[in-house]
């Protein structure tokens, strides 16, 4: 019974740990950069989609995230990262992968999304 016990409580965090999402909000004074040009390749490797790079905040200041390819995941969309503009500060978002949603039939389109999520 006790080995039981210690195998469900093990279960239970492994559980919690792999469904937690950490999330950070970074809001500051100093706008990023504008976006760099990417030379994004004509052909994807199969399965792979890929991530526009974008400028982060490191703690210091405004750092460049490369562009990079990431295995598609069937049933999700890749919601990139941005910056949005708050009163006198901005707001980063970090990019995610979110579940497909009927109503978008898949994946947004990207400056659609920044259009109307008001992201630059």
């Not at 039981?4 to 093990?10: D, G, K, N, R, V």
């Not at 941005?82 to 901005?90: A, I, N, Q, S, V």
Request: overall charge negative; proline content about 10%; aromatic content about 14%.
């Amino acid at each position: 019974m006790k080995r039981l016990a210690i195998a469900f409580l093990c279960l239970l965090i492994w559980a919690s740990t792999a469904w937690a999402q950490i999330n950070i909000n970074v809001d500051i004074s100093t706008p990023p950069p504008p976006p760099r040009v990417e030379i994004v390749p004509q052909q994807l490797p199969p399965g792979q989609i890929w991530i526009e790079g974008h400028w982060f905040w490191d703690g210091h200041g405004h750092r460049w995230a490369e562009g990079r390819f990431e295995k598609a995941r069937p049933g999700y969309h890749w919601v990139p990262a941005r910056w949005e503009h708050r009163g006198d500060l901005h707001h980063f978002e970090p990019g995610r992968w979110e579940a497909d949603r009927e109503e978008h039939h898949g994946r947004p389109e990207h400056e659609e999304y920044r259009r109307e999520h008001g992201g630059y």
